[in-house]
C-alpha cells in the first residue's frame, strides 16, 4: 500500500483486514490499476470498478465495504468497531453503518448503533449487558443468563453468572 500511497496510514487492523486512511485523489482508480492483486467481485454489478476476475481466490485482497466510501471509523478496542460509510459515490446518498462487536449477542448487539461508539470514544462509561443463551452441563440442558463487561474501552473480559434457570427438558 505504502508504494503506491506513501502518505498512507494504518487507522487499525482487524483479524483478517487492515484499515488505511489515504488521502489522495481518486483513490479506487489508483487500486485497480493493481487489480490483478485485489478481488472487486463484491462490488455492485453496476459499479466501473466491479470485476469478477479473482472471486474467492487465496490472497486477494478484498474491499469490505463493496465500494461504499467510509465517512467515519470508531475503533474502541480489538474486535469492537463501527464504520459510517456513504451507500454509494454519491455524497447525497444515505449512510449506512457496519459494526463488529465480539463477545455480545447479535440481538443485543442490534441496538448499538454509531453514535454510542462515538459517545464511548468520547466519554467511556463501563456497561453491562445480559446475553441470554441455551447451553448444558453434565448433560442438562440450561438456560443462562450472563451479566458480561461489554461495549467500553474497559479491558474487563470476565463473565459473572447471574442465574441458572431451571431444566428447559426433563
Not at 2 to 12: C, N, Q, V, Y
Not at 97 to 104: N, T
Not at 129 to 157: D, P
Request: charged residues 30%.
Amino acid at each position: 500500500m505504502l508504494k503506491w500511497f506513501p502518505m498512507a496510514r494504518l487507522i487499525f487492523t482487524d483479524t483478517d483486514s487492515l484499515y488505511y486512511l489515504i488521502e489522495a485523489p481518486d483513490v479506487e482508480a489508483k487500486l485497480f490499476e493493481h487489480r490483478d492483486l485485489l478481488d472487486y467481485s463484491d462490488y455492485p454489478l453496476g459499479h466501473k470498478y466491479h470485476d469478477p476476475a479473482n472471486r474467492l481466490k487465496l490472497g486477494k485482497f478484498k474491499c469490505e465495504t463493496k465500494g461504499a466510501s467510509i465517512i467515519e471509523i470508531v475503533a474502541l478496542r480489538p474486535k469492537m468497531y463501527s464504520i459510517l460509510m456513504r451507500k454509494d459515490a454519491d455524497p447525497a446518498s444515505e449512510t449506512v453503518e457496519k459494526q463488529r462487536i465480539k463477545g455480545i449477542s447479535r440481538a443485543t448487539a442490534r441496538d448499538i448503533r454509531h453514535k454510542d461508539y462515538l459517545a464511548q470514544l468520547h466519554d467511556p462509561v463501563e456497561n453491562y449487558q445480559i446475553n441470554r443463551r441455551i447451553g448444558h452441563k453434565a448433560h442438562q440442558l440450561y438456560s443462562f443468563e450472563v451479566c458480561i463487561s461489554s461495549f467500553s474501552l474497559f479491558h474487563l473480559t470476565s463473565a459473572l453468572l447471574v442465574l441458572f434457570s431451571e431444566y428447559l427438558w426433563e
